[in-house]
């Protein structure tokens, strides 16, 4: 529970039992009401043993506690594992998942009043360019990136069909991989793993993309996560490389405009030993999974942001572990 100073406490009764046995949890995505929140897992073994089993748990969100019950007809269990990531569409009617032979999607549609999906006939005029996928807040685009490239698909609003922008795939000179919607919708970024840059385009009225001047900006190699601040002012990117000592974890803040092709290294916004990085609804917070000293594991720790500058503030760390993966934190309204 996100506390009024901004302070972060354990939801009572957490955590919530998925109904999947010990599975992997590799992503967690809510729509933009905060009403649902959707879980992706893959399998889990342990001594060569089946301990959890692939597929996606949906939850309400009780709005007064913040405590999580299961939506009907969850968990939804896949048959083999499908780690292509998901994502809810601004409107809150459908959830995505490049399907498992990435020929297609998956199309969910998500009951309005109790949160439950139900997989559809709803399909894509051209298959997933790879495993990322982001949608934009009002509903009507799909991105998705992977291999190089970036798609853009319009989204209908009665099926949730999706059709391929004419002009899309685009390059994204480089590997193309997590990708961030500006609140606005007018700005995407695609991280490229490899090369270490994040390439930046606009996104037109029809979502069409227009590399913006600039791009590609050098950013650390080995982005797993971009969390834009609402006003679109700064991006804040946790990377993960191995170098000669080990890992290199760390989340670096940026200053952007794009619109002047402006790309800049914030001071004052770097936490190390750190591996994920979501920025609230306000934009006045950064919630990142830092290495605890204490325990070596994964906890939760909340810094504020500073407005003008872009510059991180420590102000408070739950004493509760989290999970390690970058994709595994989400704020609800």
Known sequence: MINKDGTISRVPGSPFDEGLGQPSIIQVTAEAKGRFVYVLNVEATAGGELIGHPGICGFAVDPA????????????????????????????????????????????????????????????????????????????????????????????????????VPGTPTST???????????????????????????????????????????????????????????????YVAAFTLTSTGANVTVKGYSVNPSAGAFTRVAGAQVNNANSVTVDLSGQRAYISVTSGVTGGLQLAVYSINPALGALTKIGQIDAPVSDNPFNVVTTP
């Open 65 to 164: 506690t913040g405590a999580l019950s299961r939506v009907p007809g969850s968990p939804i269990v896949f048959p083999v594992r499908n780690d292509n990531n998901i994502a809810v569409d601004g409107s809150g009617h459908f959830l995505f998942e490049p399907n498992l032979s990435n020929t297609g999607f998956d199309v969910y549609s998500i009951d309005q009043k109790t949160g439950g999906l139900t997989k559809t006939s709803a399909n894509s005029n051209a298959p997933p360019v790879g495993s990322f996928v982001n949608a934009a807040a009002d509903g009507r685009l799909l991105f998705n990136a992977g291999k190089g490239m970036v798609e853009v698909f319009s989204i209908a609003a009665e099926t949730g069909e999706l059709r391929a």
């Open 173 to 235: 000179a480089g590997s193309a991989g997590p990708i961030a919607v500006t609140a606005d919708g007018k700005f995407l970024y695609v991280a490229n793993q490899k090369e270490g840059t994040v390439m930046v385009f606009a996104i037109a009225a029809n979502g069409a993309l227009t590399p913006m001047n600039g791009s590609p900006f050098a950013i650390d190699q080995g982005a797993q996560n971009l969390a834009p601040t609402p006003d679109g002012k700064f991006l």
